[in-house]
């Protein structure tokens, strides 16, 4: 690799479109204030089916797509991983590309899955009396944050660049097997008792109407998937410079023999 | 209900614009370094 590539890191300047940062930001605020107007949730007999006179179930139209952006997260890291491993004996900024990538949407798909996590305990809070029960698919969240973790405890735990490269892609697939039993098949197991009530029931068969499924498809679930891609970006850039500084930071350490030599 | 939209809303409307000016500020700091790397 040149000095130059080193310099402009792996994503080369690339920037996330002001469109899309103000649709990002349009759709939220019509997510948000669309969320408030919707009507209560009732059940058959016109009662309210959830705490707060049915208001209670507007949280899942935030706790779902955070979830979902975890998920998302840990599939998009997957994918740079198998990326990186195809390409990394190629060694250039393509490769390293992979690898911030993968880095990236696994740090992104923290920040989500702990937004998840801790809506969900609201919402079990207001719904189920109490903040956090071991829940099936409370237990499994917490085993995909501790996945999540471990990537970016092992990612700083290894100096050399192509060897901590290597190692997180390869942790990256052995971990997405775990990940994806913990949230696709567990909670779904016959045997397994869950107050969650099966497959997504916020979304599939729960009795959200169609006004409901216009909102969390309509307009916050474009959104966040929005700000999961500009936050990706995002981190890619600070890479960028990181990688740049990282390049002055060794030249302005190098004494004058030392290049001369 | 719809008064207590004004504290997501303005929560929202505060993070978007500390992004945008996250966003200025590395693409700043991008321009820099590839300046530094052009002389």
Known sequence: MTSGEAMRGPTGGRTFPVLLQAAVGALMLAGIVAAFAAEPVRNAAGLPAFTMGGHGA???????????????????????????LSTCRR????????????????????????????????????????????????????????????YLVLRGAIEDPMMRARISAAYTLVAVVPAMFMIWVLPRLPQIVTLHGGANQAVVGGGLGPGYRLVMYGLLLPAFVGLFAWLIDLRMRVATVEAGNEDEVVLGGMRVGEVSR | MMSLAVVPVVVWVGLFLYLVALDRRVARAQSHVRREDDL
């Open chain 1, 91 to 150: 060694a250039g900024r393509r490769a390293q590309a992979h690898d911030e990538r993968c880095a990236a949407a696994m740090e992104v798909g923290l920040v989500f899955g702990v937004l998840a996590t801790i809506t969900g305990s609201v919402f079990s809070h207001n719904e189920w009396g109490m903040y956090w029960s071991w829940d099936p698919r409370q237990t499994s969240i917490v085993v995909v944050l501790l996945l999540f973790a471990a």
């Open chain 1, 58 to 84: 507007k949280i899942v139209f935030f706790h779902v797509p955070c979830a979902w952006l975890a998920v998302l997260a840990y599939l998009v890291g997957a994918i740079e991983a198998v990326r990186y």
